[in-house]
């Protein structure tokens, strides 16, 4: 009877935690709906900013002056490397990958800087923040609110942060590294360098390029452009991550709810089987205890 209860409890608690699983699973699909259309809406307008920045990029080449977002000839070799995870776990390897990344790139891309002690991250996530302590990194700033109302607004502020941190020379290489959204069940880890700005250039041989008249003047344009395209390349980067985060947690809720059920199913199995064997062993003592008697 001790098995029976043992069997009993534990198949109350998998049905509960199913519940949890299945309603976090829900609550998941209803974000990731939201978080889904708000990328699938930015991702044109981003190219279409990066198209136009391509096509204006020969005019800070052609210009005789400098173009401050580029790579610097003197450098001091400090690197900022952003890493972008979510606040909360239940989602799989979401973050666990993210970590991996950022270590990888740490040792086989900057060991130089890591040894001097010239890489430093910005963490926006409470998960890679308290993982990047655990591992000793030195971490310049830590900016897990963003994730609680994300905006236009607040990633702009953070992507002025970095900008003015790299004008102001206190780091060469800044490095974003995040989850870059698929679709539900799959997350493609990114790591895309924010600044220096490399644009590429626009292929000579396109005859479908127009010959516009530009007002003012391309360069005050393209300096216009390029920070404007680096704050929605660091808003794309956040709701790319915020998107996977929901698919990777309603995947991984999912695949617990299905477990769930099969544990339900094995144990209820299992009790059937215990709990026919008790009433078995009653029958025999009940028909032993007969036998004696009319013996």
């Known amino acids: 009877m001790a098995n029976l209860k043992a069997i009993r ?5 998998v049905k509960s935690t199913r519940q949890i699983t299945s309603a976090m699973k829900m ?4 974000k990731l709906r939201r978080s889904q259309d708000a990328i699938v809406q930015l991702r044109p307008f981003a190219a279409k900013l990066e198209e136009i920045l391509t096509g204006l990029n020969n005019a800070l080449r052609d210009a005789e002056t400098e173009n401050i977002y580029a790579a610097r000839k003197q ?5 900022l490397i952003v890493v972008v995870t979510s606040n909360k776990g239940l989602c799989g390897a979401f973050n666990a990958n993210v970590i991996r990344e950022a270590r990888r790139i740490m040792a086989e891309k900057y060991p130089e800087q890591a ?9 926006v996530g409470k998960k ?4 990047l302590k655990r591992l000793k990194c030195n971490i310049l700033e830590e900016h897990s609110d963003l994730w609680s109302d994300l905006t236009y607004e607040k990633t702009a502020i953070m992507a002025d942060r970095l900008i003015t941190l790299y004008l102001s020379k206190e780091y060469d290489t800044i ?25 590429a250039e626009k292929d000579t041989d396109d005859n479908g390029s127009a010959d516009y008249i ?5 360069v005050s344009i393209v300096r216009e452009l390029i920070p404007k395209s680096l704050r929605i390349q660091f808003y794309k980067a956040l709701l790319d991550s915020f998107a996977a985060e929901h698919g990777a947690r309603m995947t991984a809720m999912h695949q617990a709810t299905d477990n769930a059920t099969e544990l339900i199913r094995d144990l209820t199995l299992q009790y059937n089987k215990a709990r026919q ?3 078995t062993n009653q029958l025999l003592e009940v028909v032993s205890g007969a036998e004696a008697l009319n013996g």
């Open 75 to 79: 450098t001091s070799g400090k690197v």
């Open 175 to 199: 490095e974003i590294v995040y989850n870059q959204f698929k679709n539900a069940a799959v997350q493609k880890l990114t790591a895309e360098q924010f600044l220096p700005v490399t644009v």
């Open 128 to 131: 890679g923040n308290d993982l």
């Open 115 to 123: 040894k001097r002690g010239d890489l430093w991250f910005i963490t």
């Open 9 to 13: 409890v534990r198949l109350s608690s």
């Open 214 to 218: 530009y007002e003012p003047d391309q």
């Open 27 to 30: 609550v998941a699909a209803s």
């Open 277 to 279: 064997a008790a009433i």
